[in-house]
């Protein structure tokens, strides 16, 4: 069946360190993966795309890899701040189904 | 450009009632996605629409549910007789038609079934 896997544990670090967030699947051949962000009571705000041709993404301090071999996107977010704690989705989009499958997100706390 | 628009942000129904979600999207966009989010739980696609036309309803309940985007005005999705099951947080989404990859996400709308 197919699946999307996130780390279901909050990820808890340091301020300033490298957050490091994963995105497995299985029977999916994604065109684009997604990185969203969501704070509470609030709706996921678009932050990556990344293509099926695309090793890296870089925006800002957010970096995204994609291993279509692995089955597998990376979510960096460097030089973390406190600011940086929220929810993050990743979520495939499978072209021909105009729709997005979402995991169920990662929890991840900067404290200062 | 204003978000996607989503009303009420809150909504309480007893049981049996009707929920009626709206969702205006961003200005230039005319594609359309519904998605249910239960607490702790990812969002689960329900519905993608275009003007006048629903695309695909997989995601949907077959009994209870039903969705429109008419030509005019927003999209609604309707919720009949509604169970306490319904209670969770309903996002609506939208897309330009030449990049329909990036969704636009709403504030949602937190259905709560007493």
């Known amino acids: 069946s197919q699946k999307i896997e996130q780390n279901s544990e909050a990820l808890n670090i340091q301020e300033g360190k490298t957050a490091t967030l994963t995105c497995n699947y299985t029977?999916?051949?994604?065109?684009?993966l997604q990185w969203y962000r969501q704070d509470p009571g609030r709706g996921p705000v678009f932050l990556l795309l990344i293509r099926e041709n695309e090793k890296e993404k870089r925006k800002e301090r957010l970096k995204v890899t994609f291993d279509t071999t692995l089955k597998q996107s990376l979510f960096h977010i460097t030089a973390s701040q406190p600011a940086d704690s929220a929810t993050y989705l990743c979520?495939?989009?499978?072209?021909?189904?105009?729709?997005?499958?979402f995991g169920a997100g990662t929890r991840l706390a900067v404290h200062p | 450009n204003a978000g996607v628009m989503q009303n009420p942000r809150h909504l309480v129904r007893r049981r049996g009632q009707e929920a009626r979600l709206r969702c205006s999207p961003m200005?230039?966009?005319?594609?359309v996605y519904w998605y249910r989010q239960l607490p702790e739980e990812g969002l689960k696609f329900m519905v993608y629409?275009?003007?006048?036309?629903?695309?695909?309803e997989s995601g949907m309940p077959k009994e209870r549910f039903s969705a429109e985007f008419p030509k005019e005005g927003p999209s609604i999705l309707r919720i009949q007789q509604v169970v306490r099951g319904d209670s969770a947080a309903y996002f609506c989404a939208s897309s330009p038609p030449t990049a329909q990859e990036t969704q636009y996400f709403g504030p949602g709308t937190r259905l709560l079934v007493l």
């Open positions: 629409l275009q003007k006048e036309n629903i695309i695909d």
């Open positions: 029977n999916y051949s994604p065109a684009y």
């Open positions: 979520a495939l989009f499978s072209g021909g189904y105009n729709k997005l499958i």
């Open positions: 200005k230039g966009h005319s594609h």
